[in-house]
């Protein structure tokens, strides 16, 4: 089978990434695109996976974000039209779901993000099936499918696709100068995304940095997503010193999560690997997402901060939050090869 698989973040890239790497071993062909956006391209190319990158994300205006969409869209027709792909395989990315749909290609989706649902609205109704979490109600994403659509579920978090794979290396972390449990990851919100629309952060990313340096004696590592988080984060590093890292480009998330003493972020991927891993994570995006909540009932290590009060106290007690996970992860199922299933059973 020849899967064309297109990613948007650096968490898709990653998932991805394992998942190319798993159908390539099962004998299918793949074609990885991405968009230029942050590490995303870096993260699948530290797996060793080709990609082209077409397009990229605009910050701009809404017509900004419509002509960078509809460039890409015609790049991806070109590019795929002569790989001639049996299925694509995306998070619901409306560019990717349209040149599928226009070119016949059956469009499989996986999603954690019925709360996302400007492009769930847009991509779910081409996908011929759609692959997510136990975690999340059936209803949350079938309102989206077309009436006739495949639903499969599974028991388990699509941040297990790397984190059944990969063991956190205490040498990554010590070579880019940190030391292990001595040092907070801090993820500011996606702001520009459009399920932060009309929501208010309830946590200073910035000031809760400081925190970290100044009143706990630690390093922070920030991992800006927009330019805007660049300018401001490499201000707080002149302002505080050197216990402040802006990582830039692609990284080991595994390994950075999995030795921190806690990371907090405006998102959810990063803290969920972070607690699958037994780090103490939290997250301060106002609504709790089903999949969130699906990890901190299973015992994992995730919590929500909604002030910086509540995030510095998090903090204070991270240490004794700490998990043995591996008895957690075990009996729960491996996203790659429930994908690699569905791509052999819906399509093959």
């Not at 405006?266 to 106002?286: D, K, N, Q």
């Not at 919590?303 to 510095?312: I, L, P």
């Amino acid at each position: 089978m020849r899967v064309w698989i297109d990613v948007m973040t650096p968490k898709q890239a990653t998932m991805f990434g394992f998942i190319a790497r798993y159908l390539v071993e099962r004998g299918h062909e793949v074609l990885f695109t991405a968009r230029e956006y942050e590490s995303t391209a870096g993260a699948a190319r530290r797996l060793g996976i080709e990609v082209h990158v077409i397009g990229k994300y605009a910050e701009g205006e809404p017509v900004d974000k419509v002509v960078a969409d509809a460039e890409r869209e015609a790049g991806l027709a070109r590019l795929v039209w002569g790989f001639r792909p049996d299925a694509l395989l995306a998070y619901p990315n409306p560019p990717a779901a349209k040149v599928a749909y226009g070119l016949s290609i059956s469009y499989v989706a996986m999603t954690d993000s019925p709360h996302a649902v400007i492009p769930s609205r847009l991509a779910l109704p081409l996908a011929r099936a759609a692959v997510f979490s136990s975690c999340i109600p059936p209803d949350a994403i079938m309102k989206y499918l077309m009436e006739g659509s495949a639903v499969i579920q599974y028991n388990g978090f699509d941040e297990l696709s790397w984190v059944l794979r990969v063991k956190p290396k205490e040498s990554y972390v010590k070579g880019i100068g940190l030391e292990p449990g001595k040092y907070v990851v801090i993820r500011p919100h996606e702001f520009m995304a459009t399920y932060y629309r009309d929501v208010k952060a309830s946590v200073d990313p910035w000031e809760l940095a400081r925190f970290v340096c100044e009143e706990m004696g630690m390093d922070v590592v920030i991992i800006p997503r927009y330019t805007a988080h660049v300018r401001r984060a490499k201000s707080l590093r002149k302002e505080v010193g050197d216990r402040v890292h802006v990582l830039l480009g692609h990284y080991d998330g595994a390994s950075l999560t999995g030795h921190a003493h806690a990371v907090i972020t405006g998102g959810a991927s990063m803290a969920r690997e972070a607690a699958l891993y037994g780090t103490p994570a939290a997250i301060y995006y106002p609504r709790r997402l089903y999949v969130d909540e699906c990890i901190s009932r299973h015992g994992f290590p995730l919590f929500w901060v909604r002030s910086d009060e509540e995030a510095r106290e998090f903090l204070a007690r991270a240490r004794d939050l700490r998990k043995n996970t591996a008895a957690l992860l075990k009996g729960l199922d491996d996203p790659a090869e429930v994908v690699a299933e569905v791509l052999e059973r819906v399509v093959g």
